[in-house]
């Protein structure tokens, strides 16, 4: 009889986690995010929006967020949809405290409009830690 409460137990406890599983957003729904941002600590969506223009609905959407109030530090979330251009061709960078624009340019040797362009950074003044910027090749420029 404790067996067979056990089993059903089991089966009632799989079959809900194989359930909740389905309900879960795929990676693939991110996949045409032209733009993505790394959750810093004390980061919440409303904050987020802000700073990307956007709303809490939209990355709540874009990212299949259920609750608002639970993001985490070092969370990846798509802030901007569809891809806008194709991807540039270059190395990788991600922005270190103390980090500007144009020291990163001048680090690279690369000018700071074009890695402004290449990274659709509205503001040149106004990137973050934990950005990951491409770093173009010289042909791009």
Known sequence: MKIARRTLLIVAVMATLITSLAVLPSASAAVDCAQYYTVQRGDNLFR??????????????????????????????????????PPPVGRLYIVQ?????????????????????????????????????TIPDFTTQ
Do not use: E, H, P
């Not at 980090?99 to 340019?105: M, N, P, S």
């Not at 690369?110 to 990137?127: F, K, P």
């Open 48 to 85: 987020i929006s802000l700073r990307f223009g956007t709303t809490v609905d939209n990355l709540m959407s874009l990212n299949g967020i259920a609750n608002r109030n639970l993001v985490y530090a070092g969370q990846q979330l798509c802030v901007k949809a569809g891809v806008t251009q």
């Open 97 to 133: 405290w103390g980090d500007t624009l144009g020291k990163i340019a001048r680090t690279f040797g690369v000018d700071m409009n074009v890695l402004a362009r290449v990274n659709n950074v509205i503001n040149v003044n106004l990137i973050y830690v934990g950005q990951v910027l």
